[in-house]
């Protein structure tokens, strides 16, 4: 597969401070890409480079094999980009923002109505009449990505689509991303990793300007332990956690509330045998005992930390 955007010791500083650190990327194309890291991890500095906002210190970025610095606006045209803050007019109704997109792109007559028609129930908006001043921001950021589709790119890159969203409007935009799958690349940057793990493919992760990781999440969750055990005990929940971290196939303990220990673990079927042995040698009753996944977010701590 060829590469939606690729990069090459991409570094960017401002002055004295380094915001994008040596950064080696390759995002496949047709994927949706997550792009995860802490606040100030150096995510919107990639984006500005990469949509030739901002022009690297050294190192280089290639979107859709063109390499941005020596195109310049001419790889635009195959990009679409939503801001983490998208900025509308007001007093415009959805149809008429898009057919206004479309009109920066050279678009007109029936190919723009129809595009817009699409992109409009694609976003939900179809019957909608009122003024987008009126919007919520979960309808908003919908019309957001419809417009960044307006020109139908190769590339859409999203900069934190759902950090400012009730569940419900997170849903629906997620939602939407989901429906792109095979018609667009998706460049996902956040640093809600829920989000990342319902809807992506693969997942680099950033920190202080570095990339620690990039791989499939499945490789990722696969890399950094096989699975979780949740126990729910009554009595000595304290030391039952302690001689759990013992075993050889516990890698981590935490104790919760009402007795809820969960357990980090290298052997699923060790782990289930050997439980409510221990359990039951204490004296303690089982109510309890649940396999899992590990999430993005255990993975996402054990490489960056969790002191923030």
């Given at each position: 597969?060829?590469?939606?955007?690729?990069?090459?010791?991409?570094?960017?500083?401002y002055?004295?401070?380094?915001?994008?650190?040596?950064?080696d990327?390759?995002?496949?194309?047709?994927?949706?890409?997550g792009?995860?890291?802490?606040?100030?991890?150096?995510?919107?500095?990639?984006?500005?480079?990469?949509?030739?906002?901002?022009?690297?210190?050294?190192?280089?970025?290639?979107?859709?094999?063109?390499?941005?610095?020596?195109?310049?606006?001419?790889?635009?045209?195959?990009?679409?980009?939503?801001?983490?803050?998208?900025?509308?007019?007001?007093?415009?109704t959805?149809?008429?923002?898009?057919?206004?997109?479309?009109?920066l792109?050279?678009?007109?007559?029936?190919?723009?109505?129809?595009?817009?028609?699409?992109?409009?129930?694609?976003?939900?908006?179809?019957?909608?009449?009122?003024?987008?001043?009126?919007?919520?921001?979960?309808?908003?950021?919908?019309?957001?990505?419809?417009?960044?589709?307006i020109?139908?790119?190769?590339?859409?890159?999203?900069?934190?689509?759902?950090?400012?969203?009730?569940?419900?409007?997170?849903?629906?935009?997620?939602?939407?991303i989901?429906?792109?799958?095979?018609?667009?690349?998706?460049?996902?940057s956040?640093?809600?990793?829920?989000?990342?793990?319902?809807?992506?493919?693969?997942?680099?992760?950033?920190?202080?300007?570095?990339?620690?990781?990039q791989?499939?999440?499945?490789?990722?969750?696969?890399?950094h332990?096989?699975?979780?055990?949740v126990?729910?005990?009554?009595?000595?929940?304290?030391?039952?956690?302690?001689?759990?971290?013992?075993?050889?196939?516990?890698?981590?303990?935490?104790?919760?509330?009402?007795?809820?220990?969960?357990?980090?673990?290298?052997?699923?079927?060790?782990?289930?045998?050997?439980?409510?042995?221990?359990?039951?040698?204490?004296?303690?009753?089982?109510?309890?005992?649940?396999?899992?996944?590990?999430?993005?977010?255990?993975?996402?701590?054990e490489?960056?930390?969790?002191?923030?």
């Amino acid at each position: 597969m060829s590469s939606a955007i690729r990069t090459s010791a991409l570094t960017k500083s401002y002055g004295r401070e380094l915001v994008v650190d040596a950064l080696d990327l390759d995002v496949e194309e047709g994927s949706i890409f997550g792009f995860l890291g802490p606040n100030g991890a150096g995510k919107t500095t990639t984006l500005r480079l990469a949509t030739g906002l901002a022009r690297p210190t050294s190192g280089s970025i290639r979107i859709l094999g063109q390499d941005v610095a020596a195109v310049g606006s001419a790889v635009r045209s195959e990009i679409g980009f939503l801001p983490d803050v998208p900025a509308f007019y007001g007093w415009m109704t959805a149809p008429e923002f898009l057919r206004f997109a479309g009109g920066l792109f050279g678009m007109s007559g029936a190919a723009l109505r129809e595009r817009t028609e699409m992109l409009l129930d694609l976003a939900g908006l179809t019957d909608v009449t009122s003024r987008i001043g009126g919007f919520s921001r979960g309808m908003k950021q919908r019309l957001g990505i419809a417009q960044a589709l307006i020109n139908a790119p190769r590339l859409l890159l999203l900069d934190e689509p759902t950090s400012a969203l009730d569940p419900m409007g997170r849903k629906d935009v997620l939602d939407m991303i989901t429906a792109l799958r095979g018609r667009t690349t998706v460049f996902f940057s956040t640093h809600i990793l829920g989000d990342v793990e319902r809807v992506c493919d693969t997942v680099a992760i950033l920190d202080h300007g570095r990339l620690v990781t990039q791989a499939s999440i499945h490789e990722l969750k696969a890399r950094h332990g096989t699975g979780k055990v949740v126990v729910e005990v009554i009595g000595n929940s304290d030391v039952l956690a302690r001689e759990f971290s013992e075993r050889r196939w516990a890698t981590a303990t935490a104790r919760g509330d009402n007795g809820r220990i969960e357990i980090k673990v290298t052997d699923l079927r060790a782990a289930q045998h050997d439980i409510p042995t221990m359990v039951a040698a204490h004296g303690s009753g089982l109510a309890r005992l649940e396999a899992g996944e590990i999430g993005l977010e255990e993975v996402f701590v054990e490489l960056v930390g969790g002191d923030r």
